[in-house]
């Protein structure tokens, strides 16, 4: 059995679904498994590192979660789940298909249909590798052809800040930053439209750190699209601030400057308001000082990413949610949305399209929510009373923000 279902997960295998989970599992095995809650389980080949590999995909409740095998492990876990706690079991190998059940003694038989059609298979079209033409499938490791900087281009920047070798292979202990910089650049390449033309663009960075992404949004903007750009990255770090500047120096990109500074009193030195503000991760309230500077500049585009939002933790009380508010942790994480939600509204109420999306997968960070801002071509002005207001008094809330912005 075993051999057979090896032969369906060597070359020209497309993917494999287990669904339909059963009742009355023995938990032990299910744990043994890793399958305790698991809705639905897929399996499909991946290339990593040059080596062939199977990505298996639980889902569990609302998240999924992925784990790499080799062909004896995959096949054993296909194997194993056929009739226990999965009822169907299926793989496709190109046009065939096999399916595993197993007896109520817990005899596992496999059944072939050969030449199968896409149709025969109950799954969406995200779940094939290609759901029209049964050729091999893309295998290659978290689509990295799609991102904007390719593994194996060596970036003088990624290398010197330790992403990269001088090869241009991604170390692997840095590879979820790796992924990091290019979901945010995707970020910076889809609000690209809204940036001026036909003059330099100011772009202001709250808080950058040691400016990975700083430094990814310069390669792209200047080296890869062409823009006359100009960036200021701030940071309260002395320290970093003067690694950063002597990395933008060897790097040769002279319109990339770093400033020692706090966000509540920065002004720019020519006076020119920026076009695009950017904060990453400024703590709490630190965030709200960078909004209210760029809703007041009159920002073109904004990009945040909140950090350690305790403000309003302190100050929500609500007897009807109080199955929230008695418990510490979800009092925490429920005060932390709210707050991202509020500031989400205050900036529509600004005049700004906003939209609050994943930065990257809870799997890597939980500072994983990033607000993006793009101001509208029309701005209304702003309402005798915002909706966010019934929100705030409803949560005995007083958010920073509100008063920078409204409480003038």
């Not at 007896?103 to 079209?125: I, M, P």
């Not at 593994?151 to 990269?164: K, Q, W």
């Not at 904060?279 to 009159?298: I, N, P, Q, R, S």
Request: hydrophobic letters at 40%; a neutral charge.
């Amino acid at each position: 059995m075993l051999d057979l279902i090896k032969k369906y997960l060597s070359e020209g295998f497309i993917y494999a679904v287990a669904s339909s989970p059963l009742k009355n599992t023995d938990e032990g095995a299910l744990d043994a498994l890793k399958l305790k809650d698991c809705s639905k389980l897929k399996i499909k080949p991946v290339i990593l590192r040059k080596e062939r590999l199977f990505q298996v995909t639980r889902t569990i409740g609302p998240k999924e979660f992925h784990e790499n095998l080799d062909l004896d492990a995959a096949a054993k876990l296909l194997y194993s789940i056929a009739g226990h706690p999965f009822k169907n079991v299926e793989a496709v190998n190109g046009g065939d298909k096999l399916s595993l059940m197993a007896n109520k003694k817990g005899d596992v038989t496999a059944r072939e249909h050969k030449g199968s059609q896409k149709n025969t298979v109950n799954t969406s079209a995200k779940e094939t590798a290609d759901p029209i033409n049964w050729s091999a499938p893309d295998m290659s490791h978290n689509k990295i052809k799609q991102y904007l900087l390719k593994e194996g281009e060596p970036l003088p920047f990624l290398v010197e800040l330790g992403v990269m070798t001088k090869e241009g292979k991604v170390v692997a202990s840095k590879y979820d930053k790796f992924k990091q910089i290019n979901r945010y650049l995707e970020f910076i390449d889809d609000i690209i439209p809204a940036l001026p033309k036909g003059r330099t663009v100011n772009i202001v960075d709250f808080g950058c750190g040691k400016s990975y992404l700083t430094f990814a949004m310069y390669h792209l903007l200047v080296s890869v699209k062409g823009f006359d750009v100009r960036i200021t990255g701030l940071d309260l770090k002395k320290d970093v601030i003067e690694n950063c500047n002597a990395l933008a120096a060897k790097c040769g990109y002279d319109r990339l400057t770093f400033l020692h500074g706090d966000i509540a009193r920065y002004e720019s030195e020519d006076g020119k308001h920026p076009d695009m503000v950017v904060t990453l991760h400024a703590c709490d309230t630190a965030t709200d000082y960078a909004l209210e500077k760029a809703v007041k500049w009159g920002a073109s585009v904004i990009l945040c990413v909140p950090c350690c939002q305790h403000e309003l933790n302190k100050q929500i009380e609500c007897d009807i949610l109080s199955p929230i508010m008695k418990y510490g942790l979800l009092k925490e994480r429920f005060a932390a949305l709210l707050t991202d939600g509020l500031r989400a509204e205050m900036l529509e109420e600004c005049g700004y399209k906003t939209q609050v999306l994943e930065f990257i997968d809870m799997e890597h960070t939980p500072k994983n929510i990033l607000i993006r801002a793009v101001k509208r071509k029309k701005n209304t002005g702003k309402a005798d009373s915002p909706a966010f207001k019934k929100t705030e008094e409803f949560m005995h809330a007083t958010p920073t923000l509100e008063k920078l912005l409204f409480n003038e």
